[in-house]
C-alpha cells in the first residue's frame, strides 16, 4: 500500500515537475485586483493598478446630464444623433473616438431589439458608476460577461491574445475568456438566468447566434473570487432584457388606400345661392395588430385643411372629419361630434382584432353660385378640384417597433482612444436615431407621423380654364370668341391667361406701355419670372422707353433678376452700377473678373478696377500670364512684376519640372517640409532576412525614403528670394546668411533601412538592426547676382574717384587760403553784365572758386566694360591740371556769394547793417577751406570709398566660399512587448549608434564671359556652359582705386592689394552620412534554468550577444511562455533634419527632436513583427494589424503543419508548437517526450525526433551506443550510490526543506566554462553532499575525472544553431 | 494418534507454502514496483535536468547529467519503503542528445531466497526526443 501510494505521488510529482519547470520561467502573476482566474488554465500576467477617482470622470469626455456620476444615461450627441456609453467610467481620454462593431453574427445587431441592451445596461451596469477598482471590477466583468451573452466577444485583431486596453487595464485573452466562461458558469448554475435567455432568444424569435451561444467554448475559464456582486448586475441585466423582450410591442403595419369614396355633391338652395356638400371617405388598413400590456397602441388625427387656404379655394368653411370607424366600431358621424375626436387617441379602449379598419369621412361645404348681394364665398373655379391634406399619427404598443426600437438604425460602438487604435477598444455603447431626450424613455415624440392627401371639386358649373385658352388663343381676339369669357375669368385662370392676353395685345400692335395685361402679368406677384420681364424689359427699350422708366425693367431689377453673369457683362461695358452691384451680389469670381478686365481694353476701366480692388482681398492667383494680359492693357506694375520674374520659362515649362532633380524624393508641394507619404503606412512582412525588401502599397521597395528641402516654389530658380518661401533655414554660415548676391537653401534626404519581420522560438532570442542610409545634404545658391555686382562696384569705383578728387580740390584750397582777398571794386570786371547791378558794387572774388576743376577720369573696370584698361602699376593721368590761385580772375557777384554770405554794398560803397565786413568775409572763407581740409586730411573719405568696394567685392566673393557642415546625431529608440520578465523596464532603449558622416565637397559652374549666363538647375551643373570644376581662381580684373601718396592723392588700377572677383556663378554643396543602430540593452541568460537578468551579479549569466557577419548584435530574449503569436517591436527615430531658428539660430530638428524646436513634434515610428512559434508557411494568413487583401493572401492556414493542427485566431492563422526549435508552447503544451530505450536498438521502428537523426551528432551517438550495447552496465558506473532507509529519510527531509525554494528545481547546479564555451560544465552541489556523506553513507563509487574537465566531453563537431547543435555532448 | 499426527502434519506443512507463495508474491510485487518507479522517476527527472539556458543559446535540447541524478536520487529516496536499501549505478549519460542509462538494486527482506545481496535488478535506458513537423530554420 505504501509503495503504490508512492507511485501515484511520483507521477502527479512529474507532472508537477514539467509544468513548475515552465512556470519558473514565467514568473506568472495570476491575480487581478485581488480577483484570481482559475488556475491552471490561466498563467498570464497582467498589471493591476488602483485607479483614482479622476479615472472616473467623465465630465470631459461625454455630455452627461449634470456631469455627475448618478446619472443614469451617459450620452454624447453627433450630428443630431445620440450615443449612448454604457462604460464610460475609465474615459481618461480627452477625446473619443467611436467606431462600428459587429456582433459575432451580423445579423444578431439586427435582431437585438435594441432597447433590450439599454435597459439591461441601465439596469445592471450604468445605474451607478464606479466607485473604486472593485467596484469596476465588478461592473467590468457584469458589462464583458453580458455583452459575451448578447453576441459580443472584445478580441483584438492582432493574434497577440491582447486586449490592449490601458496600462492600467490590460487584459491577456484568457482574461478575456475569463470573462465570457465567467458569464457562462453563471448561465450553467443559475435557472433564472437560464429563463430569462430563454425568453430573450424565444421573443426575439432568434434563429441563429442566439443569446448565450457562445458562452460554452470558454468553459474552461472563469474569475474566481466575490464577483457576486458582478453577477448581480449580469442577472438584473438579463432580466431587465427578458421582461423588456415581454413587453416588446408588435410590429403592427397601418397603411392608408390610394382609393377613395365620395358622394355625389349634394346640393341647396338657400338665400345667398347654391349650397353644395361632399363627402370622401379614406380608408386605412391595419394588419399584424396585437395589443400590449401596459402600451397602449395610438391612432390620433391631428389636422385637416385645404392646402391652399380656405379663402383661396373660396369654400364656405374648412374641411371637417364627419365620421370615423375603427374596426367596424363607428366612434361618430356627423362632424360636430367628430370633432371631438381630433388629437385623440381613437383606438384606446378598443378590443381590437389583428387585422381591422379605420375609416374616416370628410365633408366639404360651398357654394357653386352666389346670389346678387350676397356676402358668402364664391367657389373659385381656378381652384377646382381643391387639394387638402389629412395629418394623422400613430405608434406605440402594437406599433412600438417603430419609435425609438427602429434598430435598423442602431449601430453598436466601440469607443476608443485613438482614432483607428484598434488595440484599445473600450467602451461600449448604442447609436441611435432619436429625436427627444433619451433620458425619457416614452413620449408621443416617438408617434409616427402621415400624412393623406386628397384632392376634391366641389364646383362643377366651373368652364375649364383650358378650355377658354385654347379657344382665345385660337381667335386671338380680346373683344370676342371666348376670349371675353377668359377676361372676366383671367384672375382664376391665372397666369397663363394673362400671358395670353398679354401676347395677343403685343401682337394686334399695342405699344407695351399702353398693354392692360402685360402689366397686369408683371404685376401679379405669382406671375413674375425674370426671363418675361427681361423680355418685356427689352421691349420696352426697344419702343424707346428708358430703362429707368420701364416698369418692368425696374421690375426686372426690384426681383433681382439680373445674374452675376448679367452684372459683371454690364460691368465690362462700363456700368459702373452694374460694378458695384456685382461686388454687393457677392458675386466675385477672380476669371469672370479679370477677363472682364482684360476684355475692358483699360487698365482704368470699371471692370478693371473691381478686379484690382478685389483681387488681393480674394487671394486670386496671379501669374506671368495675367501679368502679361494686364500689362497690355496698361499696367505698368503688372509689366513691372512680369519683367522681374522669370516669365519667359512659365510659359513652356511645366510647373515644378525646374526643381523635379531636387526634390526628386519628395512630392511636389506647397510645402516647405516633404515628407514621403509612402512612409506612413504599414511595412509588409516578406521574408526573414535583413536585406529583404519591403512592400508599400503594394509596390516593392528597397528602402523608405524621405526628405526635407527648406523651399518650395514653382518656375523658379531652387531659391525664391521672397522670405516666406524659405521657412526653414538649413544652415547658418554668415557669409550668406544675407547676402545681396546669392541665397542658399538646402535638401537633406534620408533612407530608411529597417528590419523586417523575425521568427523566434518562445525561450530563445531575436534581434534585428537598421541603418540609416544615403544620407545626404545638400546646400545650393541659385545664380550668383552677378548684374547686380557690376551696378554696385561701378558705383564704388566712382564713389573713390569722386574722393580723390574732392581731396585734391581742398588741399589746393587749404594751401592757398591765406591768398584769397575780397576787394571792392568799381569797375565791372570783364565778362560780367554790369547794368543789371547798377544799384550795387563790384566784389572781386579769390580766383580759387574760378578753377576747372583738376580731376581724375571717373572710370572703372569691370567684366564687361574694361575701358582703355591700363597695364599693371599705371598712375592715371589727370585729365585737368590742379589751377593756381589767380586774383586776376573775377567773377560777379552780388547778393549771394558763392560761400552762401549775404551782403550789399550800394553806391556809395556803404555795406548795409547786415552785411559782413570784406574781413569777415575773408574769415569765413578761411574757416570753411579748413573745415573741409579737415575732413580729408590722410585720404579718410578715399579710404571709406575703397573700404566700400572692398567691401562689395568681399560680398560677392563670399557667395563661393560659404561653408556647411551637417549636424547629423539621430536618436533611435526600440522596444518590443516582452512583458514575461518583471525586470524588462529597465531595459535601455536608445539603440546603439555608428555614425559616419563624410566630408563636404563643393562643386562650382565658372562663368569668366559677359552676360548673365544661363538658368541651370541642379541636374545641369555639370553641364553648365563654362564647365564644371572642383575648384577655381579668382578673376584677375582691373578696377580704379586710388589713395594718398605723399603729398598728392592718385589712381591707380587696383593692385595693392589686388581685389579679386570670384567666377563662380552657381555653388552647391554635397555631403553625405549614414549611421547604423543596434539594439544596446545587454542581457545575461542565467544557466541552467534560462531565466533573464539585466546583470551577471550571480556569475551564472551568458552574456546574450552573437557575432553577425562580424557585428556583434545583443539579443533579446523571449520567454519561454510566451504563447505562440504575433507580437511587435518597435523604432522610434528622432532628432533627424536640421533647421536654424530665426531668432536665437539655435539648432532645430525636422522630425522627432527632443527639444521644442520641432518642425514635426512626432517621430518616425516603425513597428514590424516577431512571430513566436509560428512556422513560416503560416506567415501567408496575415500581417500585422491589418487583414491581408494581396495575392499571396489566404483565409485558410497554408503549409506544414495546418492540415490538422491549426488554429485560426482572428486573422491570424497559428499552428501547434511543430516548427523546429520549439519546445514548449503556452496553449500546444512542449514537443519534449522521454521515450525508454534499447541500447542496442534505440529506435526500432526509426524516428523523426530531430535531436536525433537529423544531423550527425544524434546518429553518431545512437551508433555509439548501440555498439555498446548492455555492456554498459558491466563496466564503472559514472556514480553508484547505496541509499539505505536512514539515507533515504535523510534526503526526505532535506526534500521537505527545499519545497520553497524550488523543490527539485532548486538552485543546486553551479555550471562553469568548458573549453571555449561557457557554463557547459554543471555540478550539483546536491551530488557532492550526497557523495561526501552529508545524508549518510551510501558507499559512493565517483568517476574519479569528476571536478576535471574530462569528467564532461564536448562535440568535436562545430556548433549550429540553425541545425540546432550544440557544442556540448555528454 | 498416527492419524491426528498427519493431520498436524498437514497444517503445518500448509503453513509452509503459504509462507513460501507470500514471499514469492513480496519479490514479484517489489520488481514490478521497482520498475515502475524507475520509469517514472526516470522521466521526470531527464525532464527536470533540461538546461533551459543551454537552449536559448544554442537552441539544442541539453541536460544537466548531474541534476538528472540528483534529482533520480532525490525522488527514490521518496518512493522508496522505510525498510528497503537501494543501490543505484548511473552509466554512460550523454547531455545532448539525452540519453540515460541507469541500474537499481533492491533487497525485498526475503534472505531465504536471496541469491545475494540484492534480489531484484532493475535496468533502463532513456532519451528525450524534440518532434518537429515543420521544416525550415530560425
Known amino acids: 500500500m505504501n509503495k503504490g501510494f508512492q507511485k501515484i505521488r511520483i507521477i502527479l510529482f512529474a507532472i508537477v515537475v514539467l509544468f513548475s519547470s515552465i512556470g519558473s520561467v514565467n514568473a506568472a502573476e495570476k491575480s487581478l485586483g485581488g480577483y484570481t482566474a482559475n488556475a491552471p488554465k490561466y498563467s498570464g500576467s497582467a498589471t493591476t493598478k488602483i485607479k483614482t477617482a479622476d479615472h472616473y470622470s467623465i465630465s470631459n469626455q461625454i455630455h452627461a446630464a449634470g456631469k455627475t456620476r448618478s446619472v443614469k444615461y451617459m450620452w454624447h450627441k453627433i450630428d443630431g444623433q445620440y450615443i449612448w456609453c454604457l462604460d464610460a467610467g475609465l474615459g481618461s481620454k480627452s477625446t473619443l473616438y467611436a467606431g462600428r462593431f459587429l456582433f459575432h453574427d451580423q445579423n444578431s445587431l439586427a435582431k437585438l431589439e435594441p432597447n433590450t441592451l439599454t435597459y439591461t445596461y441601465d439596469v445592471g451596469v450604468v445605474v451607478a458608476m464606479s466607485t473604486g477598482y472593485t467596484d469596476y471590477f465588478q461592473q467590468s466583468v457584469a458589462v464583458r460577461a453580458f455583452s459575451a451573452t448578447i453576441g459580443f466577444l472584445e478580441w483584438s485583431t492582432g493574434s497577440d491574445a491582447h486586449l490592449q486596453n490601458t496600462q492600467a487595464n490590460n487584459f491577456p485573452m484568457d482574461q478575456m475568456k475569463a470573462f465570457y466562461g465567467t458569464a457562462n458558469k453563471w448561465v450553467n448554475e443559475d435557472a433564472e438566468i437560464q429563463e430569462y435567455i430563454k425568453t430573450i432568444n424565444e421573443g426575439l424569435k432568434l434563429k441563429s447566434a442566439k443569446v448565450g451561444s457562445q458562452l460554452s467554448k470558454y468553459a474552461d475559464y472563469y474569475w474566481t473570487g466575490d464577483v457576486s456582486s458582478a453577477k448581480a448586475g449580469f442577472k438584473a441585466a438579463l432580466k431587465a432584457a427578458a421582461d423588456h423582450v415581454k413587453n416588446l410591442g408588435g410590429s403592427a403595419k397601418l397603411e392608408f388606400s390610394d382609393t377613395t369614396t365620395a358622394s355625389d355633391n349634394v346640393k341647396t338652395e338657400d338665400a345667398n345661392g347654391t349650397l353644395v356638400t361632399k363627402k370622401v371617405r379614406h380608408t386605412a388598413k391595419v394588419e399584424d395588430y396585437k395589443a400590449v400590456e401596459d402600451k397602449p397602441s395610438i391612432f390620433k388625427f391631428d389636422k385637416i385643411a385645404f392646402d391652399k387656404g380656405t379663402a383661396t379655394v373660396g369654400a364656405l368653411k374648412d374641411p371637417a372629419i364627419s365620421f370615423i370607424s375603427v374596426a367596424g366600431n363607428t366612434l361618430c358621424s356627423s362632424s360636430d361630434a367628430c370633432s371631438s375626436f381630433m388629437g385623440v387617441n381613437i383606438l384606446e379602449g378598443l378590443d381590437l382584432p389583428e387585422s381591422f379598419e379605420i375609416i374616416v369621412e370628410v365633408e366639404f361645404v360651398g357654394y357653386e353660385k352666389v346670389n346678387e348681394g350676397a356676402s358668402v364665398p364664391l367657389l373659385n373655379c381656378a381652384e377646382q378640384p381643391m387639394s387638402y391634406t389629412i395629418d394623422y399619427s400613430y405608434g406605440g404598443g402594437a406599433f412600438s417597433g417603430g419609435g425609438r426600437s427602429e434598430y435598423e438604425k442602431y449601430l453598436g460602438i466601440v469607443w476608443r482612444g485613438k482614432v483607428n487604435d484598434t488595440d484599445k477598444q473600450r467602451f461600449i455603447g448604442l447609436y441611435g436615431t432619436v429625436s427627444v431626450d433619451p433620458t425619457d424613455p416614452s413620449g408621443d415624440d416617438d408617434l409616427k407621423k402621415g400624412t393623406i392627401k386628397g384632392e376634391v371639386v366641389l364646383n362643377e358649373n366651373c368652364a375649364p380654364c383650358e378650355d377658354l385658352i385654347k379657344e382665345c388663343e385660337e381667335c386671338k381676339d380680346l373683344e370676342a370668341c371666348a376670349c371675353t369669357e377668359l377676361i372676366e375669368k383671367a384672375d382664376e385662370c391665372g397666369c397663363e391667361a394673362f400671358e395670353l392676353l398679354c401676347q395677343i395685345e403685343l401682337d394686334s400692335g399695342t405699344p407695351l406701355k399702353d398693354t392692360k395685361y402685360c402689366g397686369w402679368l408683371a404685376a401679379r406677384e405669382d406671375c413674375r419670372d425674370c426671363d418675361k420681364l427681361d423680355e418685356l424689359c427689352e421691349l420696352s427699350k426697344s419702343q424707346g422707353i428708358a430703362e429707368e422708366d420701364s416698369y418692368f425693367c425696374q421690375t426686372y431689377d426690384t426681383e433681382n433678376c439680373a445674374t452675376c453673369e448679367d452684372l459683371i457683362e454690364e460691368c465690362k461695358e462700363g456700368n459702373e452700377e452694374s460694378c458695384k452691384k456685382y461686388e454687393e451680389e457677392d458675386c466675385y469670381d477672380c476669371t469672370q473678373m479679370f477677363e472682364a478686365c482684360i476684355e475692358s481694353g483699360s487698365i482704368s476701366s470699371p471692370a478693371c478696377k473691381l478686379y484690382k480692388d478685389n483681387r488681393d482681398k480674394l487671394g486670386c492667383p496671379e501669374d506671368c500670364h495675367e501679368w502679361f494680359e494686364l500689362c497690355d492693357i496698361g499696367d505698368t506694375e503688372s509689366c513691372k512684376k512680369y519683367e522681374d520674374k522669370p516669365c519667359e520659362d512659365a510659359s513652356t515649362t511645366e510647373c515644378g519640372t525646374e526643381i523635379v532633380g531636387i526634390t526628386e524624393c519628395c512630392n511636389e508641394g506647397e510645402d516647405a517640409l516633404y515628407v514621403d507619404p509612402a512612409f506612413n503606412t504599414e511595412i509588409g512582412m516578406m521574408g526573414s532576412d535583413y536585406d529583404k525588401y519591403y512592400e508599400i502599397h503594394g509596390v516593392k521597395e528597397d528602402k523608405i525614403r524621405f526628405c526635407f528641402v527648406d523651399e518650395v516654389d514653382k518656375n523658379k530658380d531652387p531659391v525664391d528670394d521672397s522670405a516666406s518661401k524659405n521657412k526653414y533655414k538649413m544652415m547658418t554660415d554668415s557669409k550668406v546668411a544675407s547676402n545681396k548676391y546669392c541665397k542658399v537653401n538646402c535638401r537633406e534626404d534620408y533612407a530608411f533601412d529597417f528590419p523586417v519581420a523575425q521568427r523566434v522560438n518562445a525561450g530563445r532570442y531575436f534581434t534585428f538592426r537598421m541603418a540609416i542610409t544615403d544620407v545626404h545634404k545638400q546646400c545650393f545658391t541659385n545664380t550668383i547676382d552677378k548684374e547686380q555686382f557690376e551696378k554696385d562696384i561701378k558705383a564704388a569705383q566712382e564713389a573713390i574717384v569722386k574722393a580723390t578728387n574732392e581731396y585734391l580740390y581742398w588741399k589746393a584750397a587749404w594751401e592757398h587760403r591765406t591768398d584769397y582777398k575780397y576787394t571792392q571794386g568799381i569797375e565791372c570786371p570783364t565778362g560780367c553784365a554790369c547794368n543789371q547791378f547798377d544799384n550795387g558794387v563790384y566784389i572781386q572774388v579769390p580766383g580759387v572758386l574760378a578753377w576747372t576743376n583738376p580731376q581724375y577720369k571717373s572710370e572703372y573696370y569691370s567684366f564687361n566694360s574694361q575701358i582703355s584698361q591700363p597695364t599693371t602699376q599705371d598712375v592715371y593721368e589727370y585729365e585737368g591740371t590742379i589751377g593756381t590761385h589767380s586774383t586776376g580772375t573775377a567773377s560777379c557777384y552780388a547778393g549771394v556769394d558763392a560761400f552762401g554770405v549775404t551782403k550789399y554794398v550800394d553806391k556809395e560803397k556803404t555795406e548795409h547793417n547786415d552785411s559782413p565786413t570784406i574781413p569777415e568775409l575773408e574769415q569765413k572763407l578761411t574757416a570753411r577751406i579748413d573745415a573741409e581740409w579737415a575732413a580729408r586730411v590722410g585720404g579718410v573719405q578715399i579710404n571709406a570709398a575703397v573700404a566700400e568696394y572692398a567691401r562689395i567685392i568681399a560680398e560677392y566673393n563670399d557667395c563661393s566660399l560659404w561653408k556647411t557642415e551637417i549636424q547629423y546625431d539621430p536618436k533611435v529608440e526600440y522596444d518590443y512587448e516582452e512583458t514575461e520578465y518583471s525586470n524588462m523596464a529597465s531595459m535601455p532603449r536608445e539603440m546603439e549608434k555608428e555614425i559616419n558622416i563624410g566630408d563636404v565637397s563643393y562643386e562650382y559652374c565658372l562663368q569668366q564671359g559677359a552676360g548673365k549666363g544661363p538658368k541651370i538647375t541642379d541636374n545641369e551643373y555639370k553641364n553648365c556652359t563654362t564647365g564644371f570644376t572642383g575648384s577655381w581662381d579668382y578673376l584677375d580684373d582691373a578696377y580704379t582705386v586710388c589713395r594718398v601718396e605723399g603729398d598728392s592723392a592718385k589712381c591707380y588700377r587696383d593692385d595693392q592689394p589686388r581685389h579679386l572677383v570670384s567666377p563662380v556663378r552657381y555653388m552647391k554643396s554635397n555631403q553625405d552620412a549614414e549611421s547604423t543602430h543596434k539594439p544596446s540593452a545587454l542581457f545575461y541568460n542565467i544557466y541552467p534554468k534560462g531565466e533573464i537578468q539585466m546583470d551577471n551579479s550571480s556569475g551564472k549569466g551568458v552574456a546574450l550577444q552573437r557575432d553577425y557577419s562580424g557585428d556583434t548584435l545583443k539579443l533579446l530574449p523571449v520567454a519561454l511562455g510566451t504563447p505562440k503569436g504575433v507580437r511587435r517591436y518597435y523604432i522610434n527615430v528622432s532628432n533627424i533634419g536640421e533647421f536654424y531658428n530665426d531668432g536665437d539660430g539655435s539648432l532645430g530638428r525636422f522630425a522627432g527632436s527632443n527639444t521644442s524646436k520641432a518642425v514635426i513634434g512626432e517621430n518616425v515610428d516603425y513597428k514590424c513583427a516577431y512571430l513566436i512559434n509560428i512556422p513560416e508557411a503560416s506567415m501567408k494568413c496575415s500581417t500585422l494589424d491589418t487583414p491581408c487583401d494581396g495575392p499571396e493572401c489566404s483565409t485558410e492556414c497554408v503549409g506544414p503543419g495546418c492540415e490538422k493542427d491549426f488554429l485560426c485566431e482572428g486573422i491570424d492563422c497559428v499552428t501547434d508548437c511543430v516548427g523546429i526549435g520549439c519546445i514548449y508552447d503556452k496553449h500546444a503544451g512542449t514537443s519534449i517526450y522521454q521515450r525508454e530505450v534499447s541500447l542496442t536498438n534505440i529506435f526500432p521502428n526509426g524516428t523523426d525526433a530531430y535531436n536525433w537523426m537529423k544531423n550527425d551528432k544524434g546518429t553518431k551517438t545512437k551508433e555509439e551506443i548501440e555498439s555498446a550495447g548492455n555492456s554498459i552496465f558491466d563496466g564503472t558506473p559514472v556514480l553508484s550510490v547505496t541509499i539505505t532507509p536512514s539515507v533515504s529519510r535523510s534526503i526526505q527531509n532535506y526534500n521537505d526543506s527545499q519545497n520553497s525554494s524550488g523543490g527539485y528545481s532548486n538552485d543546486t547546479i553551479t555550471c562553469q566554462d568548458l573549453g571555449s564555451y561557457e557554463k557547459l560544465a554543471c555540478y550539483s552541489s546536491f551530488i557532492s553532499d550526497l557523495i561526501s556523506g552529508t545524508y549518510g553513507s551510501v558507499n559512493a563509487k565517483v568517476d574519479p575525472n569528476r571536478g576535471s574537465s574530462s569528467y564532461f566531453e564536448l562535440w568535436s563537431g562545430t556548433p549550429s544553431e540553425k541545425d540546432m547543435l550544440g557544442p556540448s555532448w555528454k | ?138
Not at chain 2, 96 to 106: G, T
Open chain 2, 1 to 138: 494418534m498416527s492419524q491426528s499426527y498427519w493431520g498436524y502434519w498437514l497444517v503445518v506443512m500448509g503453513v509452509a507454502v503459504i509462507g513460501l507463495m507470500v514471499s514469492v508474491q513480496g519479490i514479484t510485487t517489489n520488481t514490478t514496483q521497482d520498475f515502475y518507479s524507475l520509469r517514472e522517476i526516470t522521466d521526470a527527472s531527464m525532464l527536470e535536468a533540461v538546461d533551459y539556458a543551454y537552449f536559448r543559446d544554442y537552441n539544442e535540447i541539453k541536460i544537466d547529467k548531474e541534476k538528472f541524478m540528483e534529482v533520480f536520487v532525490r525522488m527514490l529516496a521518496e518512493s522508496m519503503g522505510g525498510t528497503d536499501t537501494y543501490e543505484v549505478n548511473f552509466y554512460a549519460l550523454y547531455e545532448a542528445p539525452p540519453k540515460v542509462s541507469v541500474e537499481v538494486k533492491s533487497n525485498s527482506g526475503t534472505d531465504f531466497i536471496n541469491v545475494g545481496e540484492y534480489d531484484t535488478v532493475s535496468r533502463i535506458s532513456s532519451v528525450l526526443q524534440i518532434y518537429a513537423k515543420g521544416v525550415g530554420t530560425v
